[in-house]
């Protein structure tokens, strides 16, 4: 399984739709991320983990998930990357690929040597919109489709058809 940790202030301050969000109220900030994480989530099927630190968010440890995204917030004294770097320990194996976001050089070193791979913000910014793009095309090509009926009629019978629909005779 492939499974996408996600360092989300560090993306937050990265992107700038995000950064102009986290001006005006933090809380929107992570919301649109978690949001565009689970977009993310439903058309690759990963596994998707969003680590935010306890530095804005004052309190205890918490999980939760929103949508199939698992969103954590760290203890108040353990940093984002504390807990990421305990996430790729214990997550990675043989059957597990972790892919870390965060631009966060130290980090991508510190996780690269626990055998996860990484992409920087910029990356995934770049994938969501691939995708964005791809799903549009698919919409796009299947509204383009014509239905098939199952018995071909001709265009005579087709309109009387539909005039017997409409209540008209």
């Known amino acids: 399984m492939n499974i996408l940790v996600v360092d989300g202030y560090n993306v937050i301050g990265a992107w700038g739709e995000l950064q102009r969000l986290k001006e005006k109220d933090m809380a929107q900030a992570r919301d649109r991320l978690i949001g565009l994480m689970a977009e993310y989530q439903a058309y ?6 969003i680590v ?3 530095y804005y968010v004052r309190g205890t440890a918490s999980k939760l998930e929103a949508y199939k995204v698992e969103v954590i917030f760290t203890k108040e004294k353990e940093t984002a990357d504390e807990c990421i770097e305990k996430l790729v320990k214990d997550l990675k194996n043989v059957q597990n690929q972790v892919y870390v976001v965060t631009n ?10 626990r055998g ?4 920087s913000a910029r990356e995934l ?13 698919n919409i796009k090509t299947h509204q383009k489709m014509k239905p098939q009926t199952k018995i071909a009629l001709s265009d005579e019978v087709l ?10 005779t």
């Open 44 to 49: 690759t099927g990963m596994r998707v983990i």
């Open 52 to 54: 935010f630190d306890a």
């Open 104 to 113: 966060d050089y130290t980090e991508q070193r510190t996780i690269f040597s």
């Open 116 to 119: 996860a791979l990484r992409k």
């Open 125 to 137: 910014l770049i994938e969501l919109g691939n995708i964005e793009r791809e799903i549009e095309e």
């Open 159 to 168: 309109k009387k058809f539909e005039k017997w629909r409409r209540g008209d």
